[in-house]
């Protein structure tokens, strides 16, 4: 059962434009949300997270919003440049006996086209 | 460099053979995790240790998987005997113990033949 859920398995954007990166969780005892970047053969890069307590958090040109109540959360990345194309994974943690371990969408591969 | 480490990048081995991946953390972060992930799959987690104590192991992780972090420092994942389905890119990431954000290395891929 996937408790976090990235439905769409890619996304392509023109450089410039604002690339939307969508992920829905189904366990309400998530309380902290990252997102990762992922070249082929290398290791995820973190990005960018946010708390349950918060509903948007901006790092320069990426923004994640986060609406509990539809337990959806999504990523923008204004303006999106050709160095953005990658595959891009949400992640959601719980605070279950200190274990911070991480669950995973199954990635979104974004290209953005110059 | 002080990121997240992890050696060898890449192991090709023969099914039965066994096989020991080491990772070594961001000095200061006393957490250490392990994932294991597969092609158009997310990682999945493995173990983690805080210091020296392994604290949880997945279901996922068999009786030929072992992992160890004796010194609090660097941690081994070894496969015993291993099987075409081990193949997978094998992810080690550190993390502050109040933080939540985990960093990761580059990954070990292993090819089972």
């Known amino acids: 059962d996937q408790q976090v859920k990235q439905n769409s398995p890619s996304l392509s954007v023109q450089e410039g434009r604002i690339s939307i990166l969508n992920c829905d969780y189904t366990n309400s005892m998530f309380d902290y949300f990252l997102w990762y970047k992922k070249y082929p053969a290398e290791g995820p890069t973190f990005l960018i997270s946010?708390?349950?307590i918060k509903d948007k958090n901006e790092d320069g040109r990426f923004t994640v919003f986060l609406n509990k109540s539809a337990k959806h959360l999504s990523l923008h990345i204004v303006p999106s440049q050709p160095g953005d194309s990658a595959v891009y994974f949400c992640a959601a943690s719980a605070n279950a006996g200190n274990n911070r371990k991480l669950i995973w969408g199954l990635g979104t591969s974004l290209a953005v086209n110059p | 460099d002080t990121g997240v480490s992890q050696d060898p990048r890449h192991k090709i081995t023969k099914r039965g053979q066994n096989v020991t991946f080491r990772c070594d953390p961001i000095s200061e972060h006393n957490r250490l995790y392990w994932y294991r992930q597969t092609l158009g799959q997310g990682p999945e987690f493995l173990t983690y240790?805080?210091?020296?104590?392994?604290?949880?192991k997945s279901r996922l992780l068999s009786d030929r998987f072992s992992a160890e972090r004796p010194k609090g420092s660097f941690s081994t994942l070894e496969i015993q005997r291993t099987e075409q389905g081990d193949s997978a890119m094998y992810l080690c990431?550190?993390?502050?113990?109040?933080?939540?954000?985990?960093?990761f290395g580059p990954g070990t891929r292993l090819t089972v033949t």
């Open positions: 990431a550190s993390s502050l113990e109040s933080l939540a954000v985990q960093y």
């Open positions: 946010i708390s349950s």
């Open positions: 240790f805080q210091n020296e104590a392994q604290l949880e």
